[in-house]
């Protein structure tokens, strides 16, 4: 059963359920009010009539004699009022003319534990109408020698209550009808956005066009925040789907590079520069360091997958002073030729807790991007600094700087800003390996950057102990 169906179901069933309720409340309120009224009036009636016989010369013989008077009001021919006056043994002693010689009932339960003003009321069936009947007992002094009963055909209450009915059934069905139907619509206009939602997906799903978004309406419901929660994991889809079909692009292109070199040169050697020792040691050397470069190209792959699957580092105390000397020597042995002078700057002495091959990789990549992007006659400078629970490694050059827009993607895997200056040996991977170590050592890396005047690398590790400390 459809939602749709299911939610107008229910609240027609609970609309049913108030209405029933409310009709009985209505139902017997408006009984009990008619009832009431009619007994005040035949209950006045009563007291008139006992009045009159209270007011005659002898009262008892009145009761005894059958003789007494009725008002007149009561005793016309059409009057609406029934009176009979019932003397105590049971027999009746007067009847109003409108009876015509019929009586009223007398049960026994009406003479008994009488009591001077109050009324008993009862409903009884006289042939074929009903009659309300108050009956009041007639006090002489103080003593009760009969009792006066009045009664009126309930006929007209009858009638009134049979209207109210069907007031109440007309009226609940026609509501339960408007209810179903305008419940049915409304649930339907209310589901509308659901379908819109379940439509776009199943078309995405069949076309797998992951740029499509299912359209926003204009208020922020649960409709909306559905349609949001959607479209956000399809963003996420799309750029996740995007980022694997570059990588693969980018893969295959990187790796055709130094295969389109090393079949160069083996085509090379094959048509005869393998006779001639200069030209063999080119070809092999060239060889050589394409495959080179293809290993590192697969190693970092390797790496960064690994990453991607949380591989997770092994971390040991490591004298961050200690590698960085390290780290100076290599980047002085790197730009040997380059005309670019490798300096160590301020050195703290700081241990971290961390992996030291790959802190010295990082740091190895960072001074060799230094060295690369910086012209003949430039500076790299390394300094180690301890700062507010933190380990500083900056790696600064006086090199060529990155464009500002390029600055927010260095860290994505294969990226290079300009390609054209960008020297071969790179595939754009260095920095996003880079910038995974020092999240894996819970630490960060940021880049400050100005076209011509150059760029800093800053490595914050965190110093351990330094959160116990905070905190004590
Ligand atoms: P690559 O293998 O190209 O060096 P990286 O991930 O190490 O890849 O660096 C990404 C890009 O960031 C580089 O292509 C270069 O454009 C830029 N870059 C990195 N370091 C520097 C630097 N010190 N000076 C200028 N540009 C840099």
Same mark, same amino acid.
């Given at each position: 059963m459809s939602i749709r169906t299911r939610l107008t179901l229910w609240y027609t069933g609970l609309l049913a359920l108030t209405l029933l309720l409310l009709g009985i409340l209505i139902y017997s309120v408006v009984g009990r009010i008619l009832i009431v009224n009619l007994q005040e009036r035949l209950v006045a009636q009563a007291e008139d009539v006992i009045a009159v016989i209270q007011q005659e010369n002898d009262p008892m013989a009145v009761m005894l004699s059958a003789r007494a008077k009725l008002p007149t009001s009561i005793d016309a021919f059409g009057s609406q009022y029934f009176v009979q006056i019932v003397q105590l043994n049971g027999r009746v002693a007067q009847l109003s003319e409108n009876l015509r010689g019929q009586r009223l009932p007398v049960p026994s339960v009406l003479l008994q534990n009488l009591e001077a003003g109050r009324p008993r009321y009862m409903t009884v069936q006289a042939g074929d109408v009903r009659l309300h009947v108050a009956s009041m007992p007639i006090p002489i002094g103080n003593q009760v020698v009969g009792?006066?009963?009045?009664?009126?055909?309930?006929?007209?209450?009858?009638d009134a209550l049979a209207v109210v009915r069907r007031a109440l059934l007309f009226g609940s069905v026609l509501a339960l009808i408007f209810a179903a139907v305008g419940g049915s619509i409304l649930a339907r206009a209310a589901l509308q956005p659901i379908k819109n939602?379940?439509?776009t997906a199943q078309q995405i799903t069949g076309t797998s066009d992951l740029s499509q978004r299912?359209?926003?309406?204009?208020? =922020?419901?649960e409709v909306g925040q559905l349609t949001a929660t959607v479209n956000d994991m399809l963003g996420r889809l799309e750029t996740s789907f995007d980022t694997q079909q570059r990588l693969v692009a980018d893969v295959s292109h990187e790796l055709r590079t130094p295969l389109t070199t090393i079949q160069g040169n083996l085509d090379l050697l094959r048509r005869g520069a393998a006779d001639d020792p200069t030209m063999r040691n080119e070809s092999l050397a060239a060889i050589g360091n394409e495959t080179a470069r293809m290993r590192r190209l697969v190693n970092d792959l390797l790496l960064l997958a690994q990453a991607d699957a949380g591989l997770q580092l092994q971390l040991q105390p490591v004298e961050l002073d200690t590698l960085i000397l390290d780290v100076y020597r290599q980047g002085q042995v790197i730009s040997q030729n380059t005309g670019v002078r490798v300096r160590l700057g301020t050195e703290d002495q700081a241990v971290v807790l961390g992996d030291?091959?790959?802190?010295?990789?990082?740091?190895?990549?960072?001074?060799? =991007?230094?060295?690369?992007?910086?012209p003949s006659g430039g500076d790299v400078t390394?300094?180690?600094k301890r700062e507010a629970g933190w380990v500083l490694?900056?790696?600064a050059d006086t090199g060529c700087g990155i464009p500002e827009e390029d600055l927010p993607h260095i860290f994505e895997r294969f990226y290079r800003a300009d390609r054209s200056r960008a020297r071969p040996g790179g595939a754009g991977l260095g920095l996003s390996i880079a910038k995974w170590v020092a999240e894996a050592h819970g630490g960060e890396l940021e880049v400050e950057s100005e076209v011509g005047q150059g760029t800093v690398f800053t490595l914050y590790l965190p110093e351990p102990g330094a959160d116990d400390e905070e905190e004590a």
């Open positions: 009792v006066v009963e009045v009664a009126a055909l309930m006929a007209n209450i009858d939602v379940t439509e299912i359209p926003m309406g204009a208020v =922020n419901d030291a091959d790959r802190l010295r990789q990082l740091l190895l990549n960072l001074v060799d =991007n230094a060295i690369k992007y910086t390394l300094t180690l490694v900056s790696v």
